[in-house]
């Protein structure tokens, strides 16, 4: 047997679609009726039509015209959609627009913060200013994202100061002060590099950081100590003024960090 298409208009199928149609279009018949059909060939004279059939009315053109009220509701219905989508994407765009760079590269974004180092001393971001800063969020426990991240900023410290000439202050802040006390946090830094600087704090101070600077980080389910922590994995560049210039996600390499820092601080520079 012959496959027959799927929209074949004289197939009994698409028939009884297109008299479901038209029925509902009409405003004076229910639409509640449906055609029948029980062969393999649609009958084409009234009198082969099952009594089912015979009891749809009668098919007129004037049935069909919808009236000019039913246009204009339909019309109204559809602008006044256009004009909600229009305002919310005149809203996304607004939004965008606030987190884009001013004129002088800045992001309009991060804040202040209170945190303590790995000695329990304070630090504020009155005392990171007057250097440039290549910022982390990471967690010491992290499995492989972070380690293989501090890994990329040592790197690209080096790289800075050796090729570019150019002094970064590295600074790690973490984003699981359950675990990350001070020490643990002093004695993983050192592994990676003696310039890193790591912060760690209360909870509420870690979770405002990190929505001034728009790190996301979420901890798992699981129960105890043995849990993970999905995050953000950005370098954030800070000009001597503690304000962002700069973002560069894992997709870059040492090299290309270095690079990309350089680019940045030079440009300030002019």
């Given at each position: 047997m012959t496959a027959q298409s799927s929209f074949e208009i004289?197939?009994?199928?698409?028939?009884c679609m297109l008299k479901i149609?038209?029925?509902?279009?009409?405003?004076?018949h229910r639409p509640a009726q449906f055609c029948s059909y029980s062969g393999s060939k649609f009958p084409r004279d009234r009198n082969d039509l099952s009594e089912f059939d015979k009891a749809l009315p009668s098919w007129s053109l004037r049935d069909y015209i919808i009236p000019p009220a039913v246009l204009l509701v339909f019309g109204a219905g559809v602008w006044l959609i256009h004009s909600n989508d229009e305002r919310r994407a005149t809203s996304?765009?607004?939004?965008?627009?606030?987190?884009?760079?001013?004129p002088q590269g800045v992001w309009p974004y991060g804040g202040p913060f209170r945190l303590?180092?790995?000695e329990n001393k304070t630090v504020t971001e009155a005392d990171l200013q007057g250097s440039w800063i290549l910022m982390y969020f990471g967690y010491t426990s992290s499995p492989d994202v972070g380690p293989e991240e501090v890994q990329k900023m040592a790197e690209a410290i080096d790289i800075?100061?050796?090729?570019?000439?150019?002094?970064?202050?590295p600074v790690y802040i973490s984003i699981d002060p359950q675990r990350d006390s001070p020490a643990q946090l002093r004695a993983y830094l050192q592994e990676f590099h003696p310039k890193i600087i790591g912060l760690t704090g209360p909870a509420a101070a870690i979770k405002q950081i990190a929505q001034e600077?728009?790190?996301?980080?979420?901890?798992?389910?699981?129960?105890?100590?043995?849990y993970l922590i999905e995050s953000t994995n950005d370098m954030i560049l800070l000009n001597p003024?503690?304000?962002i210039v700069g973002r560069f996600g894992v997709r870059y390499d040492a090299v290309q960090l270095s690079d990309a820092v350089a680019k940045e601080v030079k440009k300030a520079a002019g």
């Open positions: 004289g197939s009994p199928v698409n028939a149609y038209f029925l509902t279009l009409r405003l004076g996304g765009s607004s939004q965008t627009k606030r987190f884009e760079r001013n303590i180092n790995t800075l100061e050796d090729q570019h000439h150019l002094k970064i202050t600077f728009r790190i996301f980080f979420k901890k798992s389910e699981e129960e105890g100590q043995d003024k503690t304000e």
